[in-house]
């Protein structure tokens, strides 16, 4: 009997990815352990194994496919002594298609290959094209809809199954045909494109279509924002004498290669923190907190297109030299997207540093589930008063710690704060 092969979950948070390409095609001979195909996640270009062996049947999902749910069927395998011809291909349904493979000309016919007659695409009353799914304009047909006064929920604002199911015949548009709409409604409730594409329409634009990893980055910070009750902390730090010691360390380690950065130091500084405040090192877990033993700090690291969160494993053990190699390994591993994706899930804080980039100072959006992260900005030189009362002039570093109120409260995050403060402006103190 031909076993179905299906989409698999390459990481614990995937729900659907990309079938990039295809390594075997309908007749080949399949070993268990065999790459059979490549699939791209939100974050990464992963190899999928085959685990089991007999000869490759009907190919279900063509290379290039997008939005592929995990344990939907992609293609079919034949044990011994079957055919191709013998195999019943499962009839789950695909992918939507995007409205720009509409405007091509084709119109994907109904999961299973069904020859129930679809509607032809609709066109509202100004002549532009109405997306909406096969499925969706025979439902709609059948009901009596005018596809005009749905508002599509699918990719790009397409009408979908869900739209017309929800939609009640003989609903009026929410803007009269003729006459000038009122000024508060010439604002899409909605960022969906067709609506947004209105507002723009007779301006040059190039639209850029929104890979796995810029759906994921959007869908989870707008849950952030949403969900996550973010409370900011400010403080200036001197960076003089952390820079002096960082120089001096350098030099000394010139000739293993070493060459140490402050954003190594911040992390050894944040890992101890941490430590000294055990409260503070959790995660918000649903409907509970999970207080972490060791520090295990993420590093947010922009790559093209959007950016990973490596995680540094018990930060807090390791010393400056082997944080530093560990750092520029991930860094280097994430802007190839050559992570595995237990190198970029976990920990409990994470740190921000837009400093390289001239910024002083900004807010940083936690990055469920963790309790903080903090946003570091560029050292530069200020005048100050020292202790003596005496104007001077020193570098100074200001960070923002936002934190997520459900896990951390206010005292215990100032607490915190204070440690990295601490750990930054005694630099020494992190080597005892």
């Not at 850029?208 to 969900?227: C, F, N, Y």
Request: net charge negative.
């Amino acid at each position: 009997m031909a076993i179905e092969i299906l989409m698999p979950a390459l990481s614990p948070t995937m729900e659907e990815g990309t079938l990039a390409k295809w390594l075997f095609k309908e007749g080949d001979t399949v070993q268990s352990g065999d790459i059979i195909a490549e699939i791209e996640t939100d974050k990464a270009t992963m190899e999928f194994e085959a685990v089991d062996e007999g000869t490759m049947g009907p190919i279900l999902v063509a290379e290039g496919t997008e939005g592929v749910k995990v344990n939907t069927a992609i293609a079919m395998m034949l044990e011994d002594g079957e055919d191709a011809s013998d195999v019943t291909a499962p009839s789950a349904p695909a992918p939507e298609a995007a409205p720009a493979a509409a405007d091509a000309g084709t119109e994907a016919a109904p999961a299973g290959g069904s020859d129930t007659p679809v509607a032809p695409a609709p066109q509202a009353a100004d002549g532009s094209r109405i997306f909406a799914s096969p499925l969706a304009r025979r439902i709609a047909a059948d009901k009596g809809l005018d596809l005009s006064t749905i508002q599509g929920s699918g990719p790009r604002g397409r009408i979908v199954k869900a739209d017309v199911e929800s939609a009640k015949p003989g609903a009026a548009p929410a803007v009269a045909a003729t006459g000038a709409a009122p000024a508060s409604a010439a604002m899409p409730q909605s960022a969906d494109a067709a609506s947004v594409a209105r507002m723009y329409e007779g301006r040059d634009y190039v639209e850029v279509p929104l890979d796995g990893m810029r759906k994921v980055i959007a869908a989870r910070l707008t849950e952030a924002k949403q969900t996550i009750p973010h409370f900011y902390l400010r403080r200036d730090i001197r960076l003089d004498a952390l820079l002096k010691f960082r120089a001096d360390l350098n030099a000394q380690l010139q000739a293993r290669g070493v060459k140490l950065s402050v954003n190594d130091f911040i992390i050894k500084a944040c890992a101890l923190a941490l430590q000294a405040v055990p409260d503070a090192n959790a995660v918000w877990a649903g409907d509970r907190v999970l207080k972490l033993t060791p520090s295990d700090v993420a590093v947010a690291v922009a790559i093209e297109g959007g950016l990973f969160t490596p995680v540094i494993q018990d930060s807090h053990t390791k010393s400056l030299s082997i944080l530093s190699a560990e750092m520029k390994d991930l860094a280097t591993r994430a802007r190839d997207r050559k992570l595995a994706p237990h190198e970029y899930q976990g920990g409990s804080f994470a740190i921000s540093n837009l400093g390289m980039f001239g910024i002083d100072n900004f807010d940083a959006v936690i990055n469920p589930p963790h309790g903080a992260i903090l946003a570091v900005g560029a050292g530069v030189k200020k005048p100050v008063v020292g202790k003596d009362g005496a104007l001077e002039v020193a570098t100074v570093m200001s960070v923002t710690l936002s934190v997520d109120h459900r896990v951390i409260d206010g005292a215990l995050a100032a607490e915190l704060l204070q440690h990295i403060v601490d750990n930054l402006e005694n630099p020494l103190t992190m080597l005892v």
